[in-house]
């Protein structure tokens, strides 16, 4: 069974810095397209960014460019999300989430989600 | 990348239909047939209904199914039943590698 597991979550300070991890298990992880979304409490959700199979090309949404950066490292199958200069409106649950198929651009079709990772951005 | 807009709220009762629909631009949902659509129960990790506005992964009951008309496209659950309550909400690819959501539509099972 496809398997994405989030780590890496916490309490940060504004202006901070946290690192996400995402290992993912049971399928090809250098043949899928992955992207981080994230749901602040109570809100809906929100798409944070993507990164290519083979990590040559990154996309991000307007709220986080410039602050967060998305990796892969395909020798350990894990997906991650750099994220500085953190603010009150980062506060969310990250998802790292992998689509139905390995399509390349990005179509949304995120099939398969981790557990979910709180980030906290408060003093 | 403006989020689409949905309605906040769409109600039905059992053995009903309800509509949800999901407004976009012709940069978004009326330029490319990638519109998704997913169902969250409260504390739950969003689960995908729809895909390529019309496609149902395996799994899914075909009661629930896709269309889009020039900007909008929009969601129908068939023959409601009380497992149908949830948030609802749509995607669409945007163009440059890309996503926008909607705001989010929560259907009640009256």
């Known amino acids: 069974e496809v398997q994405l597991l989030e780590s890496g979550g916490g309490l940060v300070q504004p202006g901070g810095s946290l690192r996400l991890s995402c290992a993912g298990s049971e399928f090809p992880f250098n043949t899928y397209a992955l992207s981080w979304v994230r749901q602040a409490p109570g809100k809906g959700l929100e798409w944070v960014s993507v990164i290519s199979p083979g990590g040559g090309t990154t996309s991000y949404a307007d709220s986080v460019k410039g602050r967060f950066t998305i990796s892969r490292d395909n020798s350990k199958s894990t997906l991650y999300l750099q994220m500085t200069s953190l603010r009150a409106e980062d506060t969310a649950v990250y998802y790292c989430?992998?689509?139905?198929?390995?399509?390349?651009?990005?179509?949304?079709?995120?099939?398969?989600w981790g557990q979910g990772n709180l980030v906290t951005v408060s003093p | 990348q403006s989020a689409l807009t949905q309605p906040p709220s769409a109600s039905g009762s059992p053995g009903q239909s309800v509509t949800i629909s999901c407004t976009g631009t012709?940069?978004?949902?009326?330029?490319?047939?990638?519109v998704s659509w997913y169902q969250q129960h409260p504390g739950k990790a969003p689960r995908l209904m729809i895909y390529?506005?019309?496609q149902r992964p395996s799994g899914v009951p075909d009661r629930f199914s896709g269309s889009k008309s020039g900007n909008t496209a929009s969601l129908t659950v068939s023959g409601l039943q009380a497992e149908d309550e949830a948030d609802y909400y749509c995607s669409s690819y945007a163009g440059s590698n890309n996503l926008v959501f909607g705001g989010g539509t929560k259907v009640t099972v009256l």
């Open positions: 390529d506005v019309t």
């Open positions: 989430v992998r689509p139905l198929a390995p399509r390349w651009p990005l179509r949304g079709d995120f099939n398969y």
């Open positions: 012709s940069s978004d949902v009326g330029g490319y047939n990638y």
